[in-house]
């Protein structure tokens, strides 16, 4: 028994933004019938999906594949991020859809493998929010390298309290294991960690935890692990996902509580700071306020709805581009400017969502029977876009007001409740 300080993350939450969920197809397994083990059919709903969007590059587990296993079929992300082989009467739950990174948006995968006695197999590769429990004493029961520094590993931890607890999952190898790894130097945090009840309670000894680990259960799990392979393009997107528009990659942003989505360029800083608050009939109400910016804090857009309207105040101002939104063919995203003669903003530029026509200034919201809707920037001197733009005839035909245009045209709406809560 080793004994030696340790940090053990113990609970995992993700954090999910909009969900796109993939639709599985039943593969061809490869089946090795063994009498004792009785055969399942999966149902086609539940079948992982053999897919070729990217080569897998990483190294195999060193561990032959599970001898017991009578059936067993291909399982890969949809952007061939990771892949791996389970038996065939295990299911599969994609939940694995885009995602807010600190560098912009990106595909997260999100996999629960249900195993049939109980427990399951989580995997994922985006966003995490980790609690620790400290141990004071930890054994590696087994552990089987699968390259890149990690290892299918089967472990337990003691506790001050006396009691005793375990972990089945891939970890970094070279240390005390941990239910999260990195891949090398990429910048993500990952998971793959099987759990059950007996995982995620106690046991009153070692020996009992031990017992445990030696299942049958478990050893079928840890050589399904020993499995896995990594391909290097981590950061691919699944085919269909995203839309290329001038050389810009688009990715759909959906608002907290399901009103609405749009298209971000892919590598544009995502800010979300909607809320809830009460309106004069004593209804709680949700407020989407979400602003995308360019890397270098350029082009910035804003999208907000909500309850009450506004007016426009009439001024100097200038015609762009009138594009159609996809949403509703009266609905338009508007690039527009000051004209010279309005004070402290005269060549300013923005663009705007209107329903008032290209014939007037875009007013500050558009509005349903029930929900108000702002979408765009405020008036910016056209040098806010960069140093070469210096004004409206540079901003009008430039990269720009281009991607600005095509973010605010993306509009969907989905529901016009302002009393749906997230």
Same mark, same amino acid.
């Given at each position: 028994?080793?004994?030696?300080?340790?940090?053990?993350?113990?609970?995992?939450?993700?954090?999910?933004?909009?969900?796109?969920?993939?639709?599985?197809?039943?593969?061809?397994?490869?089946? @090795?019938?063994?009498?004792? %083990?009785?055969?399942?059919?999966?149902?086609?709903?539940?079948?992982?999906?053999?897919?070729?969007? *990217?080569?897998?590059?990483?190294?195999?587990?060193?561990?032959?594949?599970?001898?017991?296993?009578?059936?067993?079929?291909?399982?890969?992300?949809?952007?061939?991020?990771?892949?791996?082989?389970?038996?065939?009467?295990?299911?599969?739950?994609?939940?694995?859809?885009?995602? @807010?990174?600190?560098?912009?948006?990106?595909?997260?995968?999100?996999?629960?493998?249900?195993?049939?006695?109980?427990?399951?197999?989580?995997?994922?590769?985006?966003?995490?929010?980790?609690?620790?429990?400290?141990?004071?004493?930890?054994?590696?029961?087994?552990?089987?390298?699968?390259?890149?520094?990690?290892?299918?590993?089967?472990?337990?931890?003691?506790?001050?309290?006396?009691?005793?607890?375990?972990?089945?999952?891939?970890?970094?190898?070279?240390?005390?294991?941990?239910?999260?790894?990195?891949?090398?130097?990429?910048?993500?945090?990952?998971?793959?960690?099987?759990?059950?009840?007996?995982?995620?309670?106690?046991?009153?000894?070692?020996?009992?935890?031990?017992?445990?680990?030696?299942?049958? @259960?478990?050893?079928?799990?840890?050589?399904?692990?020993?499995?896995?392979?990594?391909?290097?393009?981590?950061?691919? $997107?699944?085919?269909?996902?995203?839309?290329?528009?001038?050389?810009?990659?688009?990715?759909?942003?959906?608002?907290?509580?399901?009103?609405?989505?749009? $298209?971000?360029?892919?590598?544009?800083?995502?800010?979300?700071?909607?809320?809830?608050?009460?309106?004069?009939?004593?209804?709680?109400?949700?407020?989407?306020?979400?602003?995308?910016?360019?890397?270098?804090?350029?082009?910035?857009?804003?999208?907000?709805?909500?309850?009450?309207?506004?007016?426009?105040?009439?001024?100097?101002?200038?015609?762009?581009?009138?594009?159609?939104?996809?949403?509703?063919?009266?609905?338009?995203?508007?690039?527009? *400017?000051?004209?010279?003669?309005?004070?402290?903003?005269?060549?300013?530029?923005?663009?705007?969502?209107?329903?008032?026509?290209?014939?007037?200034?875009?007013?500050? %919201?558009?509005?349903?029977?029930?929900?108000? %809707?702002?979408?765009?920037?405020?008036?910016?001197?056209?040098?806010?876009?960069?140093?070469?733009?210096?004004?409206?005839?540079?901003?009008?035909?430039?990269?720009?007001?281009?991607?600005?245009?095509?973010?605010?045209?993306?509009?969907?709406?989905?529901?016009?409740?302002?009393?749906?809560?997230?």
């Amino acid at each position: 028994m080793r004994t030696s300080p340790s940090r053990m993350l113990a609970a995992s939450a993700i954090v999910a933004l909009a969900v796109m969920l993939g639709a599985c197809a039943q593969p061809e397994p490869e089946a @090795t019938a063994v009498p004792d %083990r009785p055969q399942s059919t999966p149902s086609a709903s539940a079948t992982p999906t053999p897919s070729a969007t *990217a080569a897998a590059t990483g190294a195999p587990g060193s561990a032959t594949p599970p001898e017991a296993a009578v059936e067993l079929v291909d399982l890969e992300t949809r952007n061939g991020s990771m892949r791996m082989r389970i038996p065939a009467d295990w299911s599969v739950d994609d939940a694995s859809h885009v995602a @807010t990174f600190a560098e912009g948006q990106g595909w997260a995968n999100e996999l629960s493998i249900a195993v049939p006695d109980g427990g399951v197999l989580f995997y994922t590769d985006g966003l995490w929010g980790d609690a620790g429990v400290a141990g004071v004493e930890v054994e590696i029961v087994e552990q089987i390298p699968v390259g890149h520094g990690l290892a299918a590993t089967a472990w337990w931890e003691g506790y001050e309290d006396g009691n005793y607890g375990v972990g089945v999952g891939i970890v970094e190898t070279g240390g005390e294991p941990f239910h999260v790894f990195r891949l090398d130097d990429h910048k993500r945090v990952y998971s793959l960690s099987y759990y059950d009840d007996a995982v995620s309670g106690t046991f009153d000894s070692s020996a009992a935890a031990e017992d445990y680990l030696a299942s049958d @259960t478990i050893g079928l799990v840890l050589d399904v692990l020993a499995t896995v392979e990594f391909s290097d393009e981590q950061d691919a $997107l699944p085919e269909g996902v995203g839309v290329e528009h001038e050389g810009t990659t688009y990715l759909p942003y959906t608002t907290r509580n399901g009103s609405a989505t749009f $298209l971000v360029p892919q590598d544009w800083d995502i800010r979300d700071d909607s809320s809830a608050s009460t309106n004069m009939a004593g209804q709680q109400v949700w407020n989407n306020a979400v602003t995308v910016a360019d890397p270098d804090g350029g082009a910035m857009l804003g999208y907000f709805d909500m309850e009450f309207t506004n007016w426009i105040e009439e001024l100097d101002w200038t015609l762009g581009e009138v594009r159609p939104t996809t949403e509703n063919p009266q609905w338009q995203a508007v690039s527009w *400017a000051f004209g010279d003669s309005v004070p402290h903003q005269g060549g300013y530029v923005s663009v705007d969502l209107t329903d008032r026509g290209g014939t007037e200034r875009p007013a500050d %919201r558009v509005c349903t029977e029930r929900m108000c %809707r702002d979408f765009g920037s405020l008036p910016l001197s056209p040098s806010w876009f960069g140093g070469e733009l210096s004004s409206t005839d540079d901003f009008f035909g430039s990269a720009s007001e281009e991607q600005m245009l095509t973010v605010v045209a993306s509009l969907q709406t989905h529901h016009d409740d302002p009393t749906r809560m997230p």
